[in-house]
């Protein structure tokens, strides 16, 4: 399959319109892009996610997977618990707070800076002609398809198609949350490097299956997503407390 350039990928990502509240009730939410995940050939796993709406506020995260299958989060944002960790916390050997830098410096090209651990990313957003037709058909479909497994399967099994190895849109959490990954445009990423604490972390990579954090299947190729994501909260043990939405979301 021939890659084509994105192009306007800045402009799209800077404009989503804002919801302000959860796709379906009694759910919490996150809304917004960034990395699904991108292997690279030394073992190595980068995921960004770009939340700028979710049912606690506005954040940013990078995970890092090293080549011995340990799972970091780094959280640009007020708290760990109502970010990335929230729902893969349980799941990672390392969870802590960084700054998180994002520049565009072309049409489809991203840097991503880390201040500690130091990471300098860069990465190009690639399409097909198959990747836009499929983002045609996604961007068509009402949102109650999601709630239909049968249809959730069909897509896994495009993605499968296209490379992205055995993926699983929803499924139980490492935190107990039942989640529901909806991305509606995905890009390839087959052109990055990166660099995390002064290691070069190879080149990106198709591996042969997934990579998984706790039980949850990520892709097997570097793919960036323009989507949300819905969260059913487990039942709290008795004595606790879930932390209570921001003022401006009410998912």
Do not use: K
């Given at each position: 399959?021939?890659s084509?350039?994105?192009?306007?990928?800045?402009?799209?990502?800077?404009?989503?319109?804002?919801?302000?509240?959860?796709p379906?009730?009694?759910?919490?939410?996150a809304?917004?892009?960034?990395v699904?995940?991108?292997?690279?050939d030394?073992?190595?796993?980068?995921?960004?996610?770009v939340?700028p709406e979710?049912?606690?506020?506005?954040?940013?995260?990078?995970?890092?997977?090293?080549p011995?299958g340990r799972?970091?989060?780094?959280?640009?944002?007020?708290?760990?618990?109502?970010?990335?960790?929230?729902?893969?916390?349980?799941?990672?050997?390392?969870?802590?707070?960084?700054r998180?830098?994002?520049?565009?410096?072309?049409?489809?090209?991203?840097?991503?800076?880390?201040?500690s651990?130091?990471?300098e990313?860069?990465?190009?957003?690639?399409s097909?002609?198959i990747?836009?037709?499929?983002n045609?058909m996604?961007?068509?479909?009402?949102q109650?398809t999601?709630?239909?497994?049968?249809?959730?399967?069909?897509?896994?099994?495009?993605?499968?198609?296209?490379g992205?190895?055995?993926?699983?849109l929803?499924?139980?959490?490492?935190s107990?949350?039942t989640?529901?990954?909806?991305p509606?445009r995905?890009?390839?990423?087959?052109?990055?490097?990166?660099?995390?604490?002064?290691?070069?972390?190879?080149?990106?990579?198709r591996?042969?299956?997934?990579p998984?954090?706790?039980?949850?299947?990520?892709?097997?190729?570097g793919?960036?997503?323009i989507?949300?994501a819905?969260?059913?909260?487990?039942?709290?043990?008795?004595?606790?407390?879930?932390p209570a939405?921001?003022?401006?979301?009410?998912?």
């Amino acid at each position: 399959m021939a890659s084509r350039t994105v192009r306007g990928l800045p402009a799209r990502l800077q404009d989503l319109p804002a919801q302000g509240r959860a796709p379906w009730p009694g759910h919490e939410y996150a809304r917004g892009w960034g990395v699904f995940a991108l292997p690279f050939d030394s073992g190595h796993v980068l995921v960004l996610r770009v939340f700028p709406e979710s049912s606690f506020g506005p954040y940013r995260a990078v995970w890092h997977r090293d080549p011995a299958g340990r799972w970091s989060i780094y959280v640009d944002g007020p708290r760990l618990d109502t970010a990335c960790s929230r729902y893969f916390g349980p799941a990672v050997s390392a969870s802590g707070h960084a700054r998180i830098g994002l520049d565009w410096t072309g049409p489809a090209t991203l840097r991503v800076t880390m201040d500690s651990p130091a990471l300098e990313w860069t990465l190009t957003a690639t399409s097909t002609r198959i990747l836009a037709l499929l983002n045609a058909m996604s961007a068509a479909m009402p949102q109650f398809t999601w709630r239909l497994r049968p249809l959730v399967r069909a897509r896994e099994r495009l993605a499968g198609a296209l490379g992205m190895g055995q993926l699983r849109l929803t499924g139980t959490m490492p935190s107990g949350h039942t989640g529901t990954l909806m991305p509606g445009r995905m890009y390839f990423v087959d052109d990055a490097r990166a660099t995390l604490d002064g290691a070069d972390l190879g080149q990106p990579a198709r591996w042969p299956a997934s990579p998984v954090i706790g039980a949850v299947p990520l892709p097997a190729r570097g793919v960036l997503a323009i989507g949300q994501a819905v969260f059913a909260p487990p039942r709290p043990a008795e004595g606790e407390r879930t932390p209570a939405p921001s003022g401006r979301s009410a998912g």
